[in-house]
């Protein structure tokens, strides 16, 4: 029993040694494992040390570059909707030098462009540790206004019929995020709508739907995964991002995001707010 127990003592010794020497990779910690285990194992202890430096120092070098290219990221989308904001305000001061079709086709472009913008922006800020949220009381309605009013082109262009009755509700949130995560939804609807989108609320649950075809059952639950886009046979082409960021940035503000109604003619997404 006496014998047993050194050994363990020994091994649980050797066991914290190895522990203290993995977290804290010093040449103190280095220096006591080679006092333990001798002379012999010192090489091996050293190459290993160095194996785990130049894996941290690697492992440094990939966030600060990672680091680099989210905050260019941020800077460009920033400074794009300068030229973009230029292009929507030259179009509606010279709207009569263009013909109906070419300054819708514009606005539709214009439109698109700047959902584009806000994706890459708001993708780039998911792994940021701040992500500058101004928390406040705000109208559920006017965030919606503002998200409907930015696709306005696209809706025309579609020739799409928008159902809206939503009373006036407040809720404590991030006017930008929430605004972003509904327009989001809006723009699916938009994609695979059959010209009619449905927007009501129950107190703070608002619902998003349209009349367009059911999702395969075998689709539904990957609809707020990255990329997915579906089978839907439609003339839109889909980057199946914006459903992903709106359930990421939901979760973030303590929003639930689900699909309610799932049948052909009224495919619903609702937010418990």
């Known amino acids: 029993i006496f014998i047993l127990k050194t ?4 091994n649980d010794k050797r066991k914290e040694l190895l522990e203290d020497f993995l977290i804290k990779n010093s040449f103190m910690s280095k220096d006591s494992l080679v006092n333990e285990f001798g002379d012999d194992y010192e090489k091996i202890f050293e190459d290993f040390q160095t194996a785990i430096k130049l894996k941290d120092q690697r492992l ?8 680099s290219y989210r905050n260019f990221i941020e800077m460009w989308a920033h400074e794009i909707k300068t030229p973009l904001a230029f292009a929507n305000l030259f179009l509606e001061n ?18 698109n462009i700047e959902n ?25 309605k006017d965030c919606l206004d503002e998200a409907i009013k930015a696709y306005y082109p696209l809706i025309a262009e579609e020739g799409i019929i928008i159902k809206e009755d939503v009373s006036e509700v407040k809720i404590f949130t991030d006017k930008n995020t929430l605004t972003f995560i509904i327009s989001q939804i809006i723009s699916n609807a938009i994609k695979y709508c059959d010209g009619v989108i449905n927007i009501s609320n129950k107190g703070k649950n608002l619902y998003i739907g349209n009349n367009g075809p059911k999702v395969a059952s075998q689709d539904l639950a990957f609809i707020f ?24 940035y939901s979760k973030d503000l303590a929003i639930d995001i689900e699909v309610v109604d799932n049948s052909d003619g009224n495919f619903v997404i609702g937010l418990r707010l």
């Open 225 to 248: 995964e990255k990329s997915f886009s579906g089978e839907v046979d439609k003339i839109h082409k889909s980057t199946g991002m914006g459903l992903y960021l709106a359930k990421l």
């Open 94 to 111: 010279h709207k009569n030098d263009f013909d109906r079709e070419s300054l819708d086709k514009l606005s539709l472009a214009n439109t």
């Open 7 to 10: 050994i363990k003592n020994k």
């Open 60 to 67: 440094e070098d990939s966030r600060a570059k990672l680091i």
């Open 116 to 140: 584009y913008i806000n994706q890459i922006l708001y993708y780039a800020r998911l792994d940021s540790n701040k992500k500058d949220y101004k928390m406040e009381e705000v109208f559920v």
